[in-house]
C-alpha cells in the first residue's frame, strides 16, 4: 500500500449497505481523492434500484453497474456445479464464486479509468478481504489495496451506523435489524447481528427468496432437467441460457421451500461463524447433475471426482479461483464431464427434493447386470473368489490379534 497522498483515484466495490456507504464517505475524506463507485450486476434484482442516485449523493464521481450475469452464470457457477463443489458438506459457496468474477470486473475498470487502487468493504474478520486480494495478487499485483476495516478506528457495525447518523450519510441498515445481507443469482445469505446468538432460530420474516417448507405449496411438482457436458441445457425441455435456468429453478424451488441452510463455519481467518443461506435453484441443480453422475460416470473415476470436490470447494471458499491450482482441478473436472449427458426428473415437495427418475444414453446401469431376477450376465458363484481375494489382507492382519 502506497502513501494516501499517492492516491488520486480508486474504484470502489459498492453495494450500497452500511459498510459501503460509510466508507465512501471515509476514503473520499481521508485519502482526498476521486472515487468510482462499482457494483456487478449478478442477480440482486430491487437491491440495485437507486444505487446510482445514492452513489453520487454520496461523493462518487460516477457509479458504473455493470450486467454480469451470464458471464456469473457461464463461466463461474456452472463450472463449479460441474464440481459438485459444496464446503463442509453445506455450503454451496454462493458468496464465494461470486467475489472472482465481482474482482475480475472491478480490476478491468481501475485499469480502464488508470485507478491507483481498489477498495472494498470486507473486514478484517472475514474470508471476502482474502478473496478480493487474492484477485488483486493474481490480475493486477501492481494495484493497490484500500480496506478500511483494517485502517479506521471503528469497531463494529453500531459505531458505522453512529458515523453515519452524524455525517448525513444515507443508510438503509438499523440497531434493530443488524444483520448483514448478500444476494446474487446463486443464493441469499445472512450472517451477524441477531443471527450470532447460534441458539436463536432466524426469524421467518429474515428470509426474502423462499417460503417455509411449512407454508409451501401442499401439491408436489414435477420437472425435468436435461444436462449436456455436465450443464444443465432445458429445463422442463425448453432451451435455455445457464442464468435464465437458475432464475426459474430459483422460482420453483422457493415455491416449495427448498434450499434452506442454517450453519456455522470455519472461516479461512480460523474463526467459526454462523451463516443462514437461501439457495433454491442451486440446490435443485446440483441434486439433479450429482444423480446424472452416478449413472454416467466409471465407478473409480466418479470416487476420485467426490474426494477432489472436496480441496476445489476449499479453493473456491478460500479465494483461490485464479490460482493454477483451481484450474488445473476444473480441466479434471471438465474431461469427466463429456459423458455426463441426459436428462433426471425431480419431485419438489415440501422443502424436499427428491429425484425420481433418470436417462442416458451414456448410462453404464445395466438392468441385466442389476436385477434379482434370472439372468445370464453375471456368474454368481465367482462372487466366491472375488470375496476371498478382497479380504486377504482382513484374514493375514486377524492372525496378529490371536498370537
Known amino acids: 500500500m502506497g502513501k494516501k497522498t499517492d492516491i488520486k483515484k480508486v474504484v470502489l466495490a459498492y453495494s450500497g449497505g452500511l459498510d459501503t456507504s460509510v466508507i465512501l464517505h471515509w476514503i473520499k475524506k481521508e485519502y482526498n481523492c476521486e472515487i468510482i463507485a462499482y457494483c456487478a450486476d449478478i442477480g440482486q434484482e430491487e437491491e440495485l434500484d437507486g444505487l446510482e442516485a445514492k452513489a453520487l449523493k454520496n461523493g462518487a464521481s460516477k457509479m458504473l453497474i455493470p450486467d454480469l450475469t451470464d458471464e456469473f452464470a457461464e463461466d463461474f457457477i456452472f463450472p463449479m456445479i460441474r464440481s459438485s463443489a459444496i464446503y463442509e458438506m453445506r455450503y454451496m459457496l454462493g458468496t464465494s464464486i461470486a467475489r472472482p468474477i465481482i474482482a475480475k470486473k472491478q480490476i478491468e475498470i481501475a485499469l480502464k479509468e488508470n485507478a491507483d487502487a481498489i477498495a472494498h468493504g470486507a473486514t478484517g474478520k472475514g474470508n471476502d478481504q482474502v478473496r478480493f486480494e487474492l484477485a488483486v495478487m493474481a490480475l493486477a499485483p501492481h494495484l493497490n489495496i484500500i480496506a478500511p476495516w483494517r485502517e479506521w478506528e ?47 432460530e432466524p426469524k421467518e420474516d429474515m428470509f426474502i427468496l423462499t417460503k417455509s417448507p411449512e407454508n409451501a405449496k401442499d401439491t408436489p411438482e414435477y420437472i425435468e432437467i436435461e444436462f449436456k457436458n455436465g450443464n444443465a441445457v432445458k429445463l422442463n425441455g425448453s432451451p435455455e441460457k445457464p442464468a435464465m435456468i437458475l432464475k426459474k429453478l430459483n422460482l420453483l424451488g422457493a415455491e416449495h421451500g427448498i434450499g434452506r441452510v442454517d450453519i456455522v463455519e470455519n472461516r479461512l481467518v480460523g474463526i467459526k461463524s454462523r451463516g443462514v443461506y437461501e439457495t433454491p435453484g442451486g440446490t435443485i441443480l446440483q441434486i439433479a447433475h450429482r444423480d446424472l453422475e452416478s449413472i454416467t460416470l466409471e465407478r473409480d473415476l466418479q470416487h476420485l471426482k467426490d474426494e477432489l470436490s472436496l480441496p476445489y470447494s476449499r479453493l473456491v471458499y478460500n479465494g483461490q479461483w485464479f490460482s493454477p ?64 481375494l478382497f479380504g486377504l489382507t482382513l484374514r493375514d492382519s486377524y492372525r496378529q490379534y490371536i498370537q
Open 154 to 200: 471503528f469497531k463494529g457495525r453500531k459505531d458505522l451506523i453512529a458515523y453515519s447518523q452524524r455525517e448525513n450519510i444515507p443508510i438503509t441498515v438499523s440497531a434493530e435489524k443488524p444483520y448483514s445481507m448478500d444476494r446474487n443469482l446463486l443464493h441469499i445469505s445472512y450472517e451477524g447481528g441477531i443471527l450470532e446468538d447460534i441458539y436463536q
Open 325 to 388: 491450482k483451481r484450474e488445473a482441478l476444473q480441466a479434471f473436472v471438465d474431461n469427466t464431464q463429456k459423458i455426463v449427458n441426459g436428462k433426471v426428473r425431480l419431485k419438489l415437495y415440501k422443502g424436499n427434493c427428491t429425484i425420481v427418475g433418470r436417462q442416458s444414453d451414456n448410462s453404464l446401469y445395466s438392468n441385466d447386470l442389476a436385477s434379482f431376477e434370472e439372468e445370464n450376465v453375471y456368474d454368481q458363484k465367482d462372487a466366491e473368489g472375488f470375496i476371498k
